[in-house]
């Protein structure tokens, strides 16, 4: 039988801990000196295994001797079981964990997502032809461990390892192990290990390797979602930026595929102007889009319909649904206008030394009467969370703005130089009818908090009144 290892690392105030990051380079010590085993899975503690034949694939890769010379991880795409029926918070992450990862795959290899992957343990003890040597021969990716686990020497060992000063004045964490300085541990670790010239493996089986839990209220989906982006962006503006330094390291095609994912939260501008000005400008009767009649007109079209196509098609092609589809850009743009905008906030605000609020895990705990709704594909609000004010301000003021260009057009009035402006409103109300429903439809605990929609009103006012001075 295999041996089962239970750690619990010493914590201390005056020394940082590193939260997942440190906690893994811990388990890679203590590893080391109890077996020294040449290769290391990591797995999150809500998702298991769902095929005893994974490690007999990696094993065929990590052999071969084209690649293990340079072969530092095999990722397996992230799969969940409990979704339900349509995704409605498109938690899948079709893009981030299969499609993308199958291009990155044709380059250097796909980036590290956190749980199911194996790591060769050379590969986070320096580059492939840089080696960096560790403080003790026992941590060494050649050491033979010659006595059982349970000795004294071993225990002894492994309790030094783990302490929490051993890492004091040590490359852990900047040149070996799994690497600090992000949110995101998994995606900066990585990314420095491809830019050591590390390469890895995409494996993506009919059969899911790996099956795990996903949020099921929008809040925790979000939350989960603004902590990574603050992880990105601490990425991209780090001396080991994805741009400059990815470029020198890796080349310009996973520079900018790395790029992609370290920008993430910059998607808040465009969809924050979107959702906003041109609906202000309608509701004042101001054209800011081409007319029908006008050859710009159709460029604006060919750009939306060729971008949401493009999605929809790469979206289907791998076994997406239709219904699914529109839910996940539904979420792309409430990422817009919540996490994605108050991770930028948060992220500034702590780039000038403005405390924020730290590190949070993100709940899987199950609430009955929230698994009901979620199966029923219900939103779940619930929580005041000024993560929904902007969400909420937008629902308002292209719902308004809609009806308003409706009415003129019903009635006769000329609205030629609206049309855009009106379908991008009339899209947009679409992908907000959870929130109407919210806000009146519904009496449940899920439904949207009356402060947010207090709060949301008075915003939306004070928007408009400011609009029609400036329009």
Sequence with gaps: MPNLIYVSREKSKTSPHHFKAGALNVLLRVSAVMTNAPIILTQDCDMYSNDPQTPLRILCYFSDPALKSNLAFIQFPQRFHGLNRDDIYASEYKRLFKINSMGFDGLKGPNYVGSGCFFRRRALLGGPSTPVPPEIPELGPDHVVRKPIISQEILSLAHRVAGCNYENQTGWGSQSGFRYGSLVEDFYTGYRLQCEGWKSLFCNPERAAFLGDVPITLFDVLSQCKRWCIGFFEVAFSKYNTLIFGSQSMGVLMSLAYSHYALWPIWCIPVTFYSFLPQLALLNQVSIFPKITEPWFFLYVF?????????????????????????????????????????????????????????????????????????????????????????????????????????????????????????????????????????????????????????????????????????
């Excluded at 779940?380 to 929904?388: A, D, K, R, T, Y």
């Excluded at 909420?392 to 409706?406: E, G, P, R, Y």
Aim: proline letters at 3%; charged letters at 10%; glycine letters at 10%.
């Design 303 to 471: 750009l939306f319909l060729g971008a949401y196509g493009q999605d929809f098609l790469d979206f289907v092609l791998d076994g997406g649904t239709v219904r699914k589809w529109w839910n996940a850009q539904r979420m792309w743009m409430i990422r817009g206008l919540s996490c994605y905008l108050f991770s930028s906030i948060e992220y500034l605000l702590k780039s000038v030394g403005i405390s924020t609020h730290g590190f949070s895990l993100t709940s899987k705990v199950v609430d009955d009467e929230q698994s009901k709704r979620y199966g029923q594909g219900i939103f779940e609000f619930g929580v005041p969370s000024p993560l929904f004010v902007p969400l909420t301000v937008a629902a308002i003021i292209n719902l308004f703005s809609f009806l308003l260009v409706l009415t003129q057009f019903f009635s006769g009035k000329n609205t030629e130089g609206l049309c855009l402006q009106m379908i991008l409103t009339g899209s947009i109300v679409l992908n907000c009818l959870p929130v109407y429903g919210a806000i009146g439809l519904r009496n449940d605990a899920g439904k949207m908090p009356t402060q947010i929609t207090i709060i949301s009103t008075f915003v939306s006012v004070a928007l408009y009144y400011a609009s029609s001075l400036c329009l």
